[in-house]
């Protein structure tokens, strides 16, 4: 292999014609004058005389042919390998001519390669045509996973990729990057297992139900049981917010989630919401206040008080009065109205039934904690909820810098599938304002993000900018290829390819590494509740049907026609199955059709029997 054609600081061609090259592998350039400099492919070609010179534009020009030809190349009978490598550290000065070009061994690019070790890293798989130098690599490298390829098991061959956790610390948030069967999900899942290999406290937010590390794929026939390192909670079931330890911003925060708030009800929760209120007190006072406003006016409350009699219901408007003269010029009957609605609303949601109590004990003893709910209801409660740990957490770090005594609560991770949900671009919502801060600030604290999108474009740039390590699966909106272009350092060549990576591949942009990786993630060690083919699983239930409607059909057979108002009856009194006459023949014609039974003629109309 040889440096051929005009050469630049940053870029050279290479020529071979015994090997063929590979997208993004790695080359040793021998420059006599600037010892050995490391490069990697970033677009390879084959060229021979019967494809045109003008095929690839300028990629092939006569400098290239002219320098295989003075190398000793039979540039017209030959097959010719050529490659663009660009240089990982930018030369300085312009790469000679005629270098000699070979593949690295592991030791040369073990640094570049392995920025944490298989204890403390996350091991998320393996550095896509490493394959060659992965033969030298050290033993406790080898054997660590495996990847999930053409619908089977493959033993590790290349070089682990290992992200290196502690780095967090100095770069923070990772953004994970894909379309729909990209492999996003897949990917995540991965990382949450990694997280909790090493008793990462962690939060997930999972509006689609699936993060349930509880199955072992089925690919596997014995592996890691995580349990006991997660807990899956339900919004509402498990979970919820303790109205007694709202504050006044908590309880707006949560309002504004379950519908924006005007400005004049923010001022009716200010005025009317006093500490340790419960749910009733508050939604008493304004339920008396709005009732009292229907009256009207102070003369009509008193007119109604004159005409009651009965103590209780006295005493009740009498507050009823009280609230009228103290807050109905400051509170409009119409905000009043307001926020009572979108309390109701979010207390039939059951987010006031519990407390996040399981949530903390939870991380405290370094577990994977997956919150469960709708996206709307996960808005709202993250809105909650990530604002109460993350300022629990700086409270004791704060706490620890002025020297004062303060509860323990440990460093944590927040993980969310569908972000551009939590953190829109373009509008506020209440849990985008918390992600934010913690984007900006929760580095100082050991508060960090992990966002799953297949829309990075629609999630706020703020967020997406401060996201210092990139995993970018297939992507193929034109708009969401520029967003990430503008993010990472992936190169021209690179964007071009994502449209077109397959499921699992990934280029992995991080600023621990420096520059961009190629990938392919291992295969996960459990598998989703949603993994089942939606059309085998409609295949099995009409199968399943089928076979319950025979049970019920066989005993009765034969059938005459006159007789399936009857046997409908009979169906209903034994199995509580309700069939009507037109629905009981057509079944039995489907059974029919597929060969189940016979229909036969008969002097006295059809009959159903046995085959």
């Given at each position: 292999m040889k440096v051929v054609g005009i050469t630049t600081q940053q870029e050279v061609f290479v020529g071979s014609k015994d090997r063929n090259?590979?997208?993004?592998?790695?080359?040793?350039?021998?420059?006599?004058?600037?010892?050995?400099?490391?490069?990697?492919?970033?677009?390879?070609?084959?060229?021979?005389?019967?494809?045109?010179?003008?095929?690839?534009?300028?990629?092939?020009?006569?400098?290239?042919?002219?320098?295989?030809?003075?190398?000793?190349?039979?540039?017209?009978?030959?097959?010719?390998?050529?490659?663009?490598?660009?240089?990982?550290?930018?030369a300085l000065y312009p790469i000679h001519t005629g270098s000699d070009v070979r593949l690295p061994e592991f030791w040369e690019v073990k640094d570049l390669m392995i920025k944490g070790t298989k204890d403390e890293g996350l091991v998320l798989g393996v550095i896509r045509n490493t394959d060659d130098m992965a033969e030298e690599m050290d033993e406790e490298l080898k054997g660590l996973l495996y990847t999930f390829e053409d619908g089977r098991l493959e033993p590790q061959r290349e070089i682990p990729y290992i992200m290196d956790?502690?780095?967090m610390h100095h770069y923070p948030h990772i953004g994970v990057f894909g379309g729909s069967g990209s492999g996003k999900s897949f990917g995540l899942r991965v990382v949450l297992e990694e997280l909790m290999l090493q008793n990462i406290p962690t939060i997930v937010l999972d509006p689609h139900y699936e993060m349930d590390f509880g199955e072992l794929a089925p690919y596997l026939e014995e592996g890691t049981s995580f349990?006991?390192?997660?807990?899956?909670?339900?919004?509402?079931?498990?979970?919820?917010?303790?109205?007694?330890?709202?504050?006044?911003?908590?309880?707006?925060?949560?309002?504004?989630?379950?519908?924006?708030l005007t400005d004049a009800m923010n001022n009716v929760v200010d005025i009317l919401f006093k500490p340790r209120d419960s749910f009733y007190s508050f939604y008493n006072r304004l339920q008396m206040l709005t009732e009292a406003q229907e009256e009207g006016s102070l003369d009509r409350i008193d007119s109604k008080l004159s005409t009651i009699t009965e103590t209780?219901?006295?005493?009740?408007?009498?507050?009823?009065?009280?609230?009228?003269?103290?807050?109905?010029?400051?509170?409009?009957?119409?905000?009043?109205?307001?926020?009572?609605?979108?309390?109701?609303?979010?207390?039939n949601d059951g987010v006031f039934s519990k407390d996040i109590h399981e949530?903390?004990?939870?991380?405290?003893?370094?577990?994977?904690?997956?919150?469960?709910?709708?996206?709307?209801?996960?808005?709202?409660?993250?809105?909650?909820?990530?604002?109460?740990?993350?300022?629990?957490?700086?409270?004791y770090k704060d706490a620890l810098y002025k020297q004062t005594a303060a509860d323990y609560f440990p460093p944590f991770l927040i993980v969310t599938d569908e972000a551009h949900n939590f953190a829109p671009k373009g509008y506020d919502s209440p849990s985008k304002s918390i992600l934010k801060e913690i984007s900006q600030e929760g580095r100082k604290y050991g508060v960090f993000l992990i966002l799953a999108t297949q829309?990075?474009?629609?999630?706020?740039?703020?967020?997406?900018?401060?996201?210092?390590?990139?995993?970018?699966?297939?992507?193929?909106?034109?708009?969401?290829?520029?967003?990430?272009?503008?993010?990472?350092?992936?190169?021209?060549?690179?964007?071009?390819?994502?449209?077109?990576?397959?499921?699992?591949?990934?280029?992995?942009?991080?600023?621990?590494?420096?520059?961009?990786?190629?990938?392919?993630?291992?295969?996960?060690?459990?598998?989703?509740?949603?993994?089942?083919?939606?059309?085998?699983?409609?295949?099995?239930?009409?199968?399943?049907?089928?076979?319950?409607?025979?049970?019920?059909?066989?005993?009765?057979?034969?059938?005459?026609?006159?007789?399936?108002?009857?046997?409908?009856?009979?169906?209903?009194?034994?199995?509580?199955i309700t069939y009507t006459v037109n629905e009981l023949e057509e079944r039995l014609l489907q059974m029919v059709e597929r060969g189940h039974i016979r229909k036969e003629e008969t002097i006295f109309g059809y009959r159903y029997r046995t085959l």
């Open positions: 090259f590979r997208i993004n592998e790695f080359l040793i350039i021998e420059d006599p004058y600037q010892n050995n400099l490391l490069g990697e492919v970033v677009e390879a070609n084959t060229y021979n005389r019967y494809i045109p010179l003008n095929i690839y534009g300028d990629f092939v020009d006569n400098s290239v042919l002219e320098s295989l030809k003075v190398l000793g190349y039979d540039v017209d009978e030959d097959t010719i390998y050529i490659s663009k490598v660009r240089l990982l550290n930018e956790l502690r780095s349990k006991g390192k997660f807990k899956c909670l339900q919004v509402g079931i498990h979970v919820g917010v303790k109205f007694e330890d709202l504050s006044a911003q908590d309880l707006k925060n949560l309002l504004d989630a379950a519908s924006h209780e219901e006295k005493k009740a408007w009498l507050q009823r009065r009280e609230l009228f003269i103290s807050y109905d010029k400051t509170c409009p009957y119409n905000s009043v109205r307001g926020i009572m609605w979108r309390l109701k609303r979010l207390e949530i903390e004990t939870g991380l405290q003893n370094g577990k994977l904690i997956v919150i469960q709910g709708s996206t709307r209801i996960l808005q709202v409660f993250s809105t909650y909820l990530l604002n109460n740990l993350y300022h629990k957490r700086r409270e829309r990075p474009t629609l999630l706020d740039e703020t967020i997406t900018a401060q996201l210092n390590s990139k995993l970018i699966f297939r992507t193929v909106r034109a708009s969401d290829i520029q967003t990430i272009q503008e993010e990472t350092d992936l190169t021209v060549e690179e964007c071009r390819r994502l449209p077109y990576l397959r499921t699992g591949d990934v280029f992995i942009s991080s600023a621990t590494m420096g520059r961009t990786i190629y990938a392919r993630i291992r295969a996960a060690l459990t598998t989703s509740p949603h993994t089942i083919n939606p059309f085998d699983e409609l295949k099995a239930r009409f199968k399943e049907e089928e076979e319950e409607f025979l049970n019920i059909i066989m005993e009765k057979l034969p059938i005459n026609e006159m007789e399936l108002a009857q046997i409908a009856l009979e169906i209903e009194q034994d199995t509580k």
